[in-house]
């Protein structure tokens, strides 16, 4: 569970909570029963550069084209030509 770092507005009583994220915000000061808000820090980790979001991979270009692999292309053109005889052993039959 996370931990919320509260500050009183009247009093100004900084708390430390561990709370679940579905539990509600604390309002009320546990010291002088004054109002408490949420302090926001600023983030530990942030990502720079490219990678890290899912256009960044995409090229520019036509993605429907780029897409496609080129592989299906050969094996059409392979499919069609007869593939070659195989070669006589060169042996004892062969001389005769």
Known sequence: MPKYQYQCKDCGEALEVQQSFTDDALSVCPTCQGDLRKVFNAVGVVFKGSGFYRNDSRSTSNPSSSS?????????STASTPAPAPAKKAGKDSAA
């Open 68 to 76: 496609k692999p080129a592989a299906s292309d050969t094996s059409a």
